[in-house]
């Protein structure tokens, strides 16, 4: 199966916007549809969102459909809607709702969770049916703050955890108390210095937290979850980690390819929505 050379004509082309409380992230690809080809993609710390439009955005294919998750302000949201003047397309930020993709949202009210937990737990499902393993899964995502959620085999998002991520674990530290501030140090069973106490007490809160919910996963549904984690500071934990896990890249955007394919896959050419799976 060949793509057309579409761009030149009718651009079928997917931006994917990941906006965290730190970075955004961004991603384009050749059409709305997971296993879709990706053009370009990017980072840039919030603070250098101002840059994209004349920057990173300016040589790209122009999309057809901008898609993202965003947990930042309104002021934030504001500044990268200005970016993305540089298109015709308009922005849909996913907004959680009952269920989405293959995923029930079991949140008290489904619209408070932060869309960024949503849209990689609907990544992380997509995944396991992909592979036909269809389990129950703790998604952990560690950014500026850390998720663990706990979703089981029949696709039903049961509920999850927040914590600081290691960066706020630290500025805690040292704003509420005198002698805390040092170096980062680094991981040890038996730290014996300042730096070394706090480096490995923010890790192990972490490692921890995720042990603990893949307990609770495992005695609700009787069966062993598979733990995928993802995020900018994942390979931070990766080698503290206490339970088996896979670090994967893009839980979010492997979602907003999910979501795009339910929205827009529709109003592309059959090939870019050949690879529909369940
Ligand atoms: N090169 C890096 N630049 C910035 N942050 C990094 C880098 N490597 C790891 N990190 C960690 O990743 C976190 C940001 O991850 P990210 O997934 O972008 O967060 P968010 O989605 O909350 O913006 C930071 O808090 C920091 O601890
Ligand atoms: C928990 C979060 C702050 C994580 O943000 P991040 O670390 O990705 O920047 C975000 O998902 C959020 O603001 N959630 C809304 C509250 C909730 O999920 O219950
Ligand atoms: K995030």
Redesign the pocket.
């Known amino acids: 199966m060949t793509a057309p050379d579409t761009a030149a004509t009718e651009s079928t082309a997917l931006l994917a916007l990941d906006v965290?409380?730190?970075r955004l992230k961004w991603a384009l690809y050749e059409a709305p549809a997971p296993g879709a080809r990706l053009l370009a993609h990017g980072v840039q710390f919030l603070e250098n969102i101002e840059t994209l439009a004349e920057g990173d955005w300016r040589p790209l294919r122009a999309p057809r459909w901008v898609l993202g998750s965003i947990?930042?302000g309104a002021g934030v949201r504001h500044r990268v809607e200005e970016q993305l003047e540089l298109w015709d397309a308009p922005v849909q930020w996913v907004v959680p709702g009952n269920a989405e993709a293959g995923l029930i949202n079991g949140?008290d009210h489904p619209a408070?969770?932060?869309?960024?937990?949503w849209v990689a737990m609907i990544g992380a499902r997509q995944r396991l049916l992909a592979r036909g393993e269809p389990r129950p899964c703790v998604v952990v995502?560690v950014?500026?703050?850390?998720?663990v959620e706990a979703i089981d085999a029949e696709g039903r998002f049961l509920g999850g955890i927040?914590l600081p991520?290691h960066g706020i674990m630290l500025r805690a530290l040292e704003s509420g108390t005198a002698g805390l501030h040092v170096p980062t140090g680094e991981v040890r069973a038996f730290p014996t210095n300042t730096s070394d106490a706090l480096t490995s007490g923010g890790t192990f809160a972490i490692a921890g937290a995720v042990q603990r919910m893949v307990d609770n996963l495992r005695a609700h549904t009787g069966h062993e979850p598979v733990c995928l984690m993802t995020?900018g500071a994942g390979w931070k934990m990766a080698p503290h980690m206490t339970v088996p896990f896979e670090l994967v890249e893009g839980l979010i955007f492997d979602g907003l390819l999910a979501i795009a394919r339910n929205r827009f896959g529709a109003a592309s050419p059959a090939w870019a929505t050949a690879d529909v799976r369940p």
């Open positions: 965290g409380n730190t947990v930042a949140y408070r969770l932060g869309p960024d937990r995502m950014g500026t703050a850390v998720t927040i991520g995020g």
